[in-house]
């Protein structure tokens, strides 16, 4: 199931005569077959010249670069939320508020990194609404966190559902750190937490899936 079939933007949100998001569709890259460094410049290039046009309001522009980043946006508030339609509203909120603010967006930051901050927020909030808030047990405050990987094979399925089953504290910092690369800092920083909290809840994530899936995780 491809992750955009589901999201359109509401009618009201674009100006009147707008079509909305159309559904996600996977497609090749038109890098693909670029040298790496040259494909990325390549998209980075293509990426802030459709930037630039929808922050001049081209709504064909931000359907270009929603149809880009739809994926991975849905992943981060799946992996937040544990519901698939809890996901579906957040991805939406996301891109209607990223479209309502694009003109305070500062290209010192990726357009990725800003479009995760928004979808970590509205998942949190979310959460808030539904009493989906979990503390940081006190004994593992302050404990530090290293980087971890798996010590012996496991099923891509097995690793998702154990991350699936880990409290929201531990499983939003090894997501954001693990999964989608940021340091502690800034997972922090969207997660609203001292960075020393974050750390600790890595260190939390990762005893629980050594001892979920039996394997040794350093």
């Given at each position: 199931?491809?992750?955009?079939?589901?999201?359109?933007?509401?009618?009201?949100?674009?100006?009147?005569?707008?079509?909305?998001?159309?559904?996600?569709?996977?497609?090749?890259?038109?890098?693909?077959?670029?040298?790496?460094?040259?494909?990325?410049?390549?998209?980075v290039d293509w990426e802030g010249a459709l930037l630039e046009r929808a922050r001049a309001g081209d709504r064909r522009a931000f359907e270009r670069l929603y149809r880009e980043h739809v994926g991975r946006v849905y992943g981060l508030c799946l992996r937040m939320t544990r519901d698939a339609q809890l996901a579906e509203d957040c991805t939406q909120e996301t891109f209607i508020n990223a479209w309502r603010a694009l003109g305070?967006?500062?290209?010192?930051?990726?357009?990725?990194?800003?479009?995760?901050?928004?979808?970590v927020n509205v998942s949190l909030a979310k959460r808030r609404r539904s009493g989906q808030v979990e503390p940081?047990?006190?004994e593992e405050q302050g404990m530090a966190a290293g980087e971890w990987t798996l010590e012996t094979p496991v099923e891509v399925q097995e690793i998702e559902s154990a991350i699936g089953g880990l409290p929201d504290g531990a499983r939003d910092a090894l997501v954001l750190h693990a999964l989608y690369g940021y340091s502690?800092?800034?997972?922090?920083?969207?997660?609203g937490i001292a960075e020393g909290t974050c750390k600790a809840q890595l260190h939390r994530a990762r005893k629980l899936l050594r001892e979920r899936l039996g394997v040794g995780v350093s």
């Open positions: 199931m491809s992750a955009g079939e589901h999201f359109r933007f509401r009618e009201n949100v674009l100006p009147c005569g707008d079509e909305g998001l159309k559904p996600f569709r996977s497609r090749a890259p038109l890098t693909a077959q670029m040298p790496h460094a040259q494909a990325e410049e390549t998209r305070k967006f500062e290209t010192r930051s990726s357009l990725a990194t800003w479009l995760h901050r928004i979808a940081l047990p006190e502690h800092g800034e997972a922090a920083q969207m997660l």
